[in-house]
């Protein structure tokens, strides 16, 4: 690995932390895509702050275009005040615009300076490492590591500084106002933080992967826990982790890092989506399935409860009196069978008295308007899940 | 060249005609569909299908080797319709919102189409230039085929809504009501949501992917300002988004260095602003005037009213009183009394008002309205 490598590679993990850790609660708070209007509109004060500034790293810059941002939330909200809109067209309107005056202010002055449309849509990590901070002669690493490590270290003292009154706001807006903490307040600190994150973040990667490396670790942590502090630790690990395996994906295809980044982000979140062990994609549908199954075994229970007569029992009967299918009658009834609920004598079937038992119970339980506690008893009386 | 000389060679120029007539179609088509998502708190999905068709265009281009926009679009559709049922699957089947699946997926797919973009530019032989045209738009590469393609896809769009006009409404309303009468609700939302993908898939050639999802919302955001009428809404957005398409590609036409799309939604951005401030019913001018009016008639009878409660303490309702008597009473001032007398309410002589029998009976009239509320 030559020395720009580990630059690059470090850059990358940096801004992904950066970014990760305003992510989840951005992710919690329902306002993801806050940060896609915010990565867009602060395009224009990018481009002012450069013709000012003419250094795309200076602090200046990544305030004015920070400033924009909060600017955007602003008027996202004043629009949505105003009812005329409902809030979504009111994002999907406002961040258009501003985003179409950046890249026409590009198009029409800056054709003699570096900042061209394709740096501000996908940034160059690549080039990175050669924008050096000197400083009486001696070279003190690339701009951007110095830029972002800032913004991460600031970041990080905020949240440990302020992380309960960020929780209790996130989750519980009236608690916060009552116990003296303003939800208000909190909201636009975390809006500023995101904001200057995204800007100084955009140099690097783009405006689009910002929205990448904000949003899908803290989405893809979320599937896992719902432990806070777990989910800012997942979503740094996710960040980080795909931060530098986007890179050497990305050195393989000779292709853009960040589009590579975003790539694997997606990637991993797929394979989350689908195998997380409880909120997965797989698990979600074999729960569904395993739920139906067993409220057709309590109906059956119920059903046989509630008939002595032979005609009722008989194992044909089941399949056109509940209506069931031959192959679900089948399953329920074997379910049933294993977990020694019912019996089967000369295809009649009879409640055991460990069935009558279970079955009893539920009725008490459904009658009294207590379904949710059936749930827990299936745990003492079945061996085998549907 | 001047936007007055495009106008003018516009009858003669056949690439400006054919440029002309693209954005207008594509403006109107996106005016019409756009109303559906607006109106179904669907906005944010136009922006994140018009992203997630990016890998579509860059992976047609990969397998076929074809730069011919209908089989890229026909890339663009495929992805865009993937991005959006893993949106509703995300929603549907875990706890995520759906600001985060929208968001997710945004980024993503755009991600991923980007670093199939610059993969392909990267290939020693292909004919790659020119891509990157669908990231911004760029209506001058529009081909008569391009429009005859808009033109017959807006064509079927425009009968699939009218033969589904009742069933689009009523779920657009009540979406429970419609399942209660036995519609296929679900049958209708996948077909919405189809039309709104092919909108975006249509414009993203003149508009590019970033800025697809305003040119769908604009125009209807600002039809919705005149008109609490669906069938008004959508042809007012229709022929907003088609001006706007006509004069956003005139101006960027006249110009060096300016994309489509980007303008568009500058020109769709200002007829927004437009209706917001001045639409006379829902616009923020006339409600502000609205309210300053009845802000201003409300201490009107404020004032009278407590004129009346003076004048019921005596037998003669018209006995006069000094104006100083006012004084404890703080909403009047010369002005309003001048007013109160224009309206006949009272009279003023010098120092001395004394209230008419028609304002007696006005402020009767706003006595018994406010006890019967």
């Known amino acids: 690995m030559s020395h720009p490598q580990i630059e690059i590679q470090l850059i990358a993990a940096i801004v992904a932390m950066a970014c990760a850790i305003p992510g989840v609660f951005l992710v919690l708070r329902k306002m993801a895509l806050i940060s896609d209007a915010i990565s867009h509109s602060i395009l224009p004060g990018i481009v002012l702050g450069f013709f000012l500034t003419q250094d795309l790293n200076s602090p200046l810059l990544i305030l004015l275009a920070a400033f924009t941002g909060v600017i955007t939330v602003v008027l996202v909200e004043f629009i949505q005040k105003t009812g005329l809109v409902k809030e979504d067209t009111a994002i999907g309107l406002v961040f258009p615009a501003l985003f179409s005056i950046g890249v026409i202010l590009i198009s029409k002055n800056a054709n003699d300076v570096h900042l061209d449309v394709d740096a501000v849509l996908l940034g160059e990590l690549a080039f990175a490492p050669f924008d050096r901070l000197m400083m009486n002669g001696t070279d003190l690493g690339p701009k951007s590591l110095w830029v972002m490590g800032s913004i991460l270290l600031a970041t990080i003292i905020l949240l440990l500084l302020f992380f309960k009154e960020l929780k209790i706001s996130t989750f519980d807006a009236g608690l916060s106002s009552v116990l003296g903490i303003s939800p208000v307040v909190m909201h636009y600190g975390l809006m500023s933080v995101s904001s200057i994150t995204v800007v100084g973040a955009f140099d690097a990667v783009g405006a689009i992967l910002v929205v990448a490396l904000m949003i899908a670790p803290a989405a893809t942590a979320y599937m896992l826990t719902e432990d806070l502090k777990k989910m800012i630790l997942l979503s740094l690990l996710f960040g980080v982790l795909s931060a530098i395996s986007g890179y050497w994906v990305a050195n393989l295809l000779d292709a853009s890092i960040s589009g590579s980044i975003a790539t694997t982000l997606g990637a991993i979140f797929l394979f989350v989506y689908l195998f997380a062990p409880k909120k997965g994609l797989i698990s979600v549908l074999y729960r569904q399935k395993q739920q139906r199954v067993e409220v057709s075994l309590i109906t059956l229970l119920l059903h046989l409860n509630r008939h002595e007569e032979e005609s009722e029992r008989h194992i044909n009967h089941l399949q056109e009196h509940i209506n069931w299918h031959a192959v679900r009658a089948k399953t329920v009834l074997d379910l049933a069978e294993k977990n020694n609920l019912v019996e089967i004598r000369n295809n009649i079937v009879l409640l055991t008295p460990k069935g009558l038992l279970f079955t009893e119970k539920s009725l008490q339980y459904i009658l009294s308007n207590k379904d949710e506690k059936i749930e827990p008893m299936k745990e003492d009386f079945f061996l085998f899940r549907g | 060249m001047s936007i007055t000389e495009y106008f003018n060679l516009l009858w003669t120029d056949y690439t400006l005609r054919t440029i002309t007539l693209g954005t207008a179609v594509l403006g109107a088509i996106c005016g019409m569909l756009g109303s559906f998502a607006v109106l179904r708190k669907q906005s944010l999905l136009g922006d994140a ?58 980024s993503v797919f755009f991600g991923f189409g980007m670093l199939l973009l610059t993969f392909i530019q990267k290939q020693p032989n292909a004919n790659q230039a020119g891509l990157d045209k669908y990231l911004f738009g760029q209506a001058a590469t529009l081909l008569e085929s391009d429009v005859l393609l808009m033109i017959i896809i807006t064509a079927i769009s425009l009968f699939v809504m ?20 036995g519609f296929n609700t679900k049958f209708i939302d996948v077909l919405i949501t189809f039309l709104i993908v092919l909108a975006i898939v249509l414009g993203l050639q003149t508009v590019g992917v970033v800025l697809m999802s305003a040119i769908l919302l604009a125009p209807a955001a600002a039809a919705r300002q005149w008109t609490n009428n669906l069938s008004i809404m959508i042809l007012l957005a229709a022929i907003i988004g088609a001006v706007s398409g006509v004069l956003g590609t005139a101006i960027s036409a006249s110009q060096n260095n300016l994309s489509t799309g980007p303008v568009i939604v500058l020109v769709a951005g200002v007829f927004v602003l437009f209706s917001f401030i001045f639409s006379p019913t829902r616009g923020i001018l006339f409600r502000e005037i609205r309210l300053r009016k009845n802000r201003a008639d409300m201490k009107l009878f404020k004032t009278l009213q407590f004129m009346y409660g003076i004048a019921l303490e005596h037998e003669n309702i018209s006995h006069p009183h000094a104006i100083r008597i006012l004084n404890n009473f703080q909403g009047y001032t010369r002005g309003s009394l001048q007013k109160l007398e224009n309206e006949g309410w009272i009279t003023i002589q010098g120092q001395q008002w004394a209230m008419t029998a028609k304002g007696y009976k006005q402020a009767q009239e706003i006595y018994n309205q406010k006890s019967s509320q």
């Open chain 2, 49 to 106: 299908i018009s992203h997630a068709a990016l890998p579509g265009i860059a992976l047609a281009f990969l397998i076929t080797g074809a730069k011919d926009s209908g089989v890229l679009l026909m890339g663009a559709l495929v992805s865009g319709l993937v991005g959006t049922f893993w949106i509703r699957g995300i929603t549907n089947k875990t706890h995520l919102k759906s600001d985060t699946a929208l968001g997710l997926i945004l």
């Open chain 2, 162 to 181: 009218l033969l589904f006009w009742k069933e689009f409404k009523i779920l657009l309303f009540d979406a429970e009501y419609t399942k209660t009468l």
